[in-house]
T-cell receptor, first 118, second 111 residues
Framework: GAVVSQHPSWVICKSGTSVKIECRSL??????MFWYRQFPKQSLMLMAT?????????EQGVEKDKFLINHASLTLSTLTVTSAHPEDSSFYIC??????????????FGPGTRLLVL | GQNIDQPTEMTATEGAIVQINCTYQ??????LFWYQQHAGEAPTFLSY????GLEEKGRFSSFLSRSKGYSYLLLKELQMKDSASYLC????????????FGSGTRLQVQP
């Protein structure tokens, strides 16, 4: 099946620093990637939709200047958490939609990045 | 918008059958997905329904009724490794085709 990787898997940083998370589709092309955030014992909340070659679409309540998204190629999207604060500590998960036309157009999820801001 | 409801927790016995229900209210519907998520891991795809009826895939089956805004995931011959959260997600009709997830159902399989 399709593989999506994320790097890093774990990051601990000081408050005020910026953290970049990479999401890569390893064996397929993805014009669209999605970024989710998941707090403990809660479900995934969509943060933004990342489109290759264009600006990301952010969900209501998500600050686009704080969560910078870049989708420079068909296989790579990055999420940068700028000036991170402890309340940004969460599990960040990306998913990618296979460009190939399939009936279900399954989203394939990366393994997630756990961010802890001290 | 989307509103998706599923039970918070369920408990079942190894070898048994369990049904996890999901109801949804959406402004646009373009498919319903079920994902399995073990603690601390990313979700893995289980099933997809876009038309009414039952989709069977090994020990897992998923049912959809679009008129009722209802789906269920059926797990047969439960195994201990099936203990996980099960997420119901609905895809919207917008061009971005994003998924909206329910809060998830934590299933505990007991010996």
């Amino acid at each position: 099946g399709a593989v999506v990787s994320q790097h890093p898997s774990w990051v601990i940083c000081k408050s005020g620093t910026s953290v970049k998370i990479e999401c890569r589709s390893l064996d397929f092309q993805a014009t669209t990637m999605f970024w989710y955030r998941q707090f403990p014992k809660q479900s995934l909340m969509l943060m933004a939709t990342s489109n290759e070659g264009s600006k990301a679409t952010y969900e209501q309540g998500v600050e686009k200047d704080k969560f910078l998204i870049n989708h420079a190629s068909l296989t790579l999207s990055t999420l940068t958490v700028t000036s991170a604060h402890p309340e940004d500590s969460s599990f960040y998960i990306c998913s990618a939609r296979d460009l190939a036309l399939t009936a279900q157009e399954t989203q394939y999820f990366g393994p997630g990045t756990r961010l802890l801001v001290l | 918008g989307q509103n998706i409801d599923q039970p918070t927790e369920m408990t079942a016995t190894e070898g048994a059958i369990v049904q996890i229900n999901c109801t949804y209210q959406t402004s646009g519907f373009n498919g319903l997905f079920w994902y399995q998520q073990h603690a601390g891991e990313a979700p893995t795809f289980l099933s997809y329904n876009v038309l009414d009826g039952l989709e069977e895939k090994g020990r897992f089956s998923s049912f959809l009724s679009r008129s009722k805004g209802y789906s269920y995931l059926l797990l047969k011959e439960l195994q201990m490794k099936d203990s996980a959260s099960y997420l119901c997600a609905v895809r919207d009709l917008t061009g971005r085709r994003a998924l909206t997830f329910g809060s998830g159902t934590r299933l505990q399989v007991q010996p």
